[in-house]
């Protein structure tokens, strides 16, 4: 009997239990389906600040919203704080202020907040966000582009890229430092046709830095190129008076890559290969050998032989 009156008095604690439960959950589905108004701050995130302008450290962080909504939608902007993102290219600028008009911008902020405006309604009928102009400037682009050539091929013309300068602005003591700016490290192997392409500037280090441009297109017109050479008669100048000078050789062969349709361009006179008897070291006996003119038309150049040998005749 006395286990009879247990088991009674444990289901009616659970029963009693149940009931309590289930009230509780119906009093508070009852209680947040009712509409409510109250005033929530949402956060403010500003983008697309027009370039030549600098937003100040205190801009408006929050919008006030008075929101009339169910019980749950409140408690989820309370949980989630949805923010508001403002497009400052769309902002009118009013002195030193850019303003960004909430009556002009309804569709974009239901969307992005998920809330009827009709009913709700943000405080403020404008943001208003003050601004510093930049400092501009223009700046060269430096082509940051390592080119190795195919086996026959080379070009007259260093790449160029374009445009080849960007304007620039920022801080007035940021921007006077800054002269030129480099394109991001581009490698190209085994090249033999015209190069023709796009680069990203390196703007890593210029946080507070605005760039007009991001991206430039670089070009090089890439030709045959073939190899000549000549023999050059090696001078000797800067010879002390009564100095007796014998060296050896007396000339030297000069080896050079050429555009393939200006070979026959190329003339013996257009060389001058010299030693400075004046660079020589003491105790040295030789000479280094230099080519001191030779054509535009021409690169890699190079000799067969650099030390000219040398005795001095009592």
């Known amino acids: 009997m006395a286990k009879k009156k247990k088991l009674i008095k444990k289901s009616s604690l659970k029963t009693f239990s149940f009931f309590l439960v289930f009230s509780t959950v119906v009093w508070f589905l009852v209680q947040f389906s009712k509409t409510y108004t109250q005033l929530i701050e949402i956060p403010v995130t500003y983008t697309n600040v027009p370039l030549d302008k600098s937003i100040a450290e205190d801009r408006p962080e929050n919008i006030s919203l008075q929101l009339q909504e169910t019980g749950f939608s409140i408690y989820y902007f309370k949980i989630f704080n949805p923010e508001l993102i403002i497009d400052l290219s769309k902002a009118d600028v009013d002195g030193t202020d850019l303003v960004y008009?909430?009556?002009?911008?309804?569709?974009?902020?239901?969307?992005?907040?998920?809330?009827?405006?009709?009913?709700s309604r943000i405080i403020q009928d404008e943001v208003r966000i003050p601004f510093q102009f930049k400092k501009e400037k223009t700046i060269r682009i430096v082509p940051h582009i390592d080119i190795s050539y195919a086996a026959g091929y080379?070009?007259?013309?260093?790449?160029?890229?374009?445009?080849?300068?960007?304007?620039?602005s920022g801080p007035e003591k940021m921007v006077d430092t800054i002269e030129s700016i480099k394109t991001r490290e581009l490698d190209l192997t085994r090249v033999n046709q015209d190069l023709d392409g796009e680069v990203k500037l390196d703007t890593s280090g210029y946080g507070k830095i605005s760039f007009y441009e991001n991206n430039v297109r670089y070009f090089q017109k890439v030709e045959k190129f073939t190899e000549g050479s000549v023999e050059i008669?090696?001078?000797?100048?800067?010879?002390?008076?009564?100095?007796?000078?014998?060296?050896?050789?007396?000339?030297?062969?000069?080896?050079?890559?050429?555009?393939?349709?200006?070979?026959?361009?190329?003339?013996?006179?257009?060389?001058?290969?010299?030693?400075?008897?004046?660079?020589?070291?003491?105790?040295?006996?030789?000479?280094?050998?230099?080519?001191?003119?030779?054509?535009?038309?021409?690169?890699?150049l190079r000799l067969n032989e650099r030390r000219i040998q040398f005795v001095i005749k009592r």
Do not use: W
């Open 154 to 168: 080379n070009a007259d013309e260093p790449v160029r890229v374009t445009p080849d300068s960007v304007k620039i």
């Open 233 to 300: 008669p090696v001078e000797v100048i800067n010879i002390p008076n009564g100095l007796n000078l014998a060296y050896f050789p007396k000339s030297v062969v000069v080896y050079y890559q050429v555009n393939l349709k200006r070979f026959d361009k190329i003339n013996r006179s257009d060389f001058r290969v010299v030693c400075d008897y004046s660079e020589i070291n003491e105790g040295d006996d030789f000479m280094v050998a230099k080519v001191v003119e030779k054509p535009e038309l021409i690169t890699n």
């Open 101 to 119: 008009r909430i009556d002009d911008h309804v569709t974009d902020i239901k969307e992005q907040l998920q809330i009827d405006l009709e009913n």
